[in-house]
T-cell receptor, first 110, second 114 residues
Framework: KQEVTQIPAALSVPEGENLVLNCSFTDSAIYNLQWFRQDPGKGLTSLLLIQSSQREQTSGRLNASLDKSSGRSTLYIAASQPGDSATYLCAVRNDYKLSFGAGTTVTVRA | DVKVTQSSRYLVKRTGEKVFLECVQDMDHENMFWYRQDPGLGLRLIYFSYDVKMKEKGDIPEGYSVSREKKERFSLILESASTNQTSMYLC?????????????FGQGTRLTVV
């Protein structure tokens, strides 16, 4: 069974600092990995998708890397802003199913 | 843009009631999913469907059933609601199963069973 771990569980940084969020998974036979953002009481918003054959994916201030062989992904958020405060979830796909980590809750202090 | 719409943001139901949670997607996706999200437990898959009238149990199907009569609509049914089913319920859809398959989520339904 796929196990997904996100460290740290919570993170608080001053505005402008870069954010580094980690995700690890136990079964490297994945199709892809997806990073999501979740605001309190809301659904999940897709941020980035990295296919298993890719090493990284970028969108604006966000960059995600994937090392499938070691079962790790990292989400970098450059020059954080208070609006980046949210919970970030990673999910890995094996066939139809997505397995989720518990998330990292980020607070960016103005 | 893909849109996944859940019929209610908030629901309050009584113990023993039959509860229907509805989800509609507008992008002709084959696959639809129901998850529940609880503090400390993360998202857990209840059921999924890869085609009309097809369904597969996820990790925690007990106490739930599903219905998919049309491609765009996937319903989650709580046959007899219990307080331990109080949770955030999230619906998702996706197209295919390959490396480019991206999941899209609805806004969530916060269900409280009293």
């Amino acid at each position: 069974k796929q196990e997904v771990t996100q460290i740290p569980a919570a993170l608080s940084v001053p505005e402008g600092e870069n954010l580094v969020l980690n995700c690890s998974f136990t079964d490297s036979a994945i199709y892809n990995l997806q990073w999501f953002r979740q605001d309190p009481g809301k659904g999940l918003t897709s941020l980035l998708l990295i296919q298993s054959s890719q090493r990284e994916q970028t969108s604006g201030r966000l960059n995600a890397s994937l090392d499938k062989s070691s079962g790790r992904s990292t989400l970098y958020i450059a020059a954080s802003q208070p609006g980046d405060s949210a919970t970030y979830l990673c999910a890995v796909r094996n066939d139809y199913k997505l397995s989720f980590g518990a998330g990292t809750t980020v607070t960016v202090r103005a | 843009d893909v849109k996944v719409t859940q019929s209610s943001r908030y629901l309050v139901k009584r113990t023993g009631e039959k509860v229907f949670l509805e989800c509609v997607q507008d992008m002709d996706h084959e696959n639809m999913f129901w998850y529940r999200q609880d503090p400390g437990l993360g998202l857990r898959l209840i059921y999924f469907s890869y085609d009309v009238k097809m369904k597969e149990k996820g990790d925690i199907p007990e106490g739930y059933s599903v219905s998919r009569e049309k491609k765009e609509r996937f319903s989650l049914i709580l046959e007899s609601a219990s307080t331990n089913q109080t949770s955030m319920y999230l619906c998702a859809s996706s197209l295919g199963t390959g490396g480019r398959t991206e999941a899209f989520f609805g806004q969530g339904t916060r269900l409280t069973v009293v």
